[in-house]
């Protein structure tokens, strides 16, 4: 099973902003939610992808193994973004949450 590597554009790969989201949130927030947890799922596809593709490289299957590198980049690439956001949003918190009333 060979790998496609027609979305190797970074700007097309990442996750764009719904038109939505420029209006302001409903009082849920349930918009940022999806959004966040659609950003989570491709995320974790990447990865699922990046994993299957190092499999069928180490089994012996008819795979590139450029296409296999540049997928397991491109799921490292997107799991070390996810994990600044994720910092930048604990430090956020904290900051907060240290603001005297």
């Known amino acids: 099973m060979a790998i496609s590597i027609n979305n190797l554009n970074p700007a097309l790969s990442l996750p764009q902003a719904p038109p939505s989201l420029a209006k302001p949130a409903a009082a849920g927030g349930g918009e940022f939610q999806s959004y966040?947890?659609?950003s989570l799922n491709q995320v974790n596809s990447m990865q699922a992808e990046a994993n299957q593709a190092?499999?069928?490289l180490s089994v012996?299957?008819?795979v590139n193994p450029a296409e296999v590198l540049t997928a397991v980049q491109k799921a490292d690439l997107a799991f070390r973004l996810t994990m600044?956001?994720?910092n930048k949003l604990v430090a956020a918190y904290q900051e907060v949450q240290n603001i005297r009333i």
């Open 60 to 62: 012996g299957g008819d």
């Open 84 to 86: 600044q956001i994720r």
């Open 36 to 38: 966040l947890m659609d």
């Open 54 to 56: 190092v499999e069928s």
